[in-house]
């Protein structure tokens, strides 16, 4: 039985949310507060969290970030905050989803179950430990070789980290100071201007249409996303 973890300080709407997601087979768990919510989220195994963003203690962004450095499960941020920077930036720190307040009970759970089915996909679906298979791309992490239909692309260096990362993390948004931290290995100072050269030079690569794009999509104002 899948486990799901509420973390909200509206104790109604906790209650509720947890009556319904009870009904359709889940087992649920809640917690009032950000600082036992991003404890429990660590240190047990769930299946999927459902984050309020404005909570006591430790706010849903920074909770967010913290469970996407150690774990991949679906996140589904439920918030009354309608602004698009606060889309934007929580999509950015790595969650699935951004439901806004009042919603339709019935529409949460569509989204839960079909978040849960894509996660379950993906990890039933796992290539073995050194090779990446996304649609018609594969890669061969011990030869650090990567081919398009089974024909191979020659890559530089940072272009085989970048994608074999991009590849990695399917469907997550990452924003371009997000990227060049982790391939660059240096912080948001740096010239954003390289992501965007590379992803340019990527899509050149893998994609049939570089100008419409299948496998890199912009995610205007925010970044990039690797598309299944």
């Known amino acids: 039985m899948k486990r799901i973890l509420i973390i909200e300080d509206d104790n109604v709407i906790a209650e509720v949310e947890k009556d319904y997601l009870e009904a359709s087979g889940f087992t649920v768990d809640i917690a009032e507060s950000g600082d036992i919510g991003l404890q429990k989220a660590i240190k047990e195994d769930y299946d999927l969290i459902i984050l309020d963003l404005m909570l006591p203690k430790t706010d849903g962004f920074e909770i967010c970030k913290q469970v996407r450095l150690i774990k991949n ?19 950015g720190l790595g969650a699935d989803d951004y439901v806004i307040k009042p919603f339709s009970f019935g529409e949460l759970i569509a989204r839960v179950k079909a978040h849960l089915a894509r996660y379950d996909r993906l990890t039933i679906q796992a290539p ?74 990527l899509r050149e690569k893998i994609e049939r249409d570089p100008s419409k794009p299948q496998y890199i999509e912009t995610i205007w104002g925010v970044g990039y996303r690797f598309n299944l």
């Not at 890669?139 to 085989?160: G, H």
């Not at 993390?169 to 050269?197: C, R, Y």
């Open 73 to 91: 499960i679906p996140i589904l941020i439920v918030s009354a905050k309608k602004e698009d920077i606060d889309k934007i930036r929580g999509l």
């Open 128 to 201: 073995p430990k050194d090779e990446l298979r996304i649609r018609g791309i594969r890669i061969d992490k011990q030869s650090r070789r990567v081919y398009v239909n089974e024909f191979e692309m020659a890559l530089t260096s940072k272009e085989y980290d970048l994608l074999l990362f991009l590849v990695a993390h399917p469907n997550q948004v990452f924003t371009k100071e997000g990227l060049f931290e982790k391939i660059w290995g240096m912080d948001s100072l740096g010239d954003m201007a390289t992501v965007t050269v590379y992803i340019s030079r």
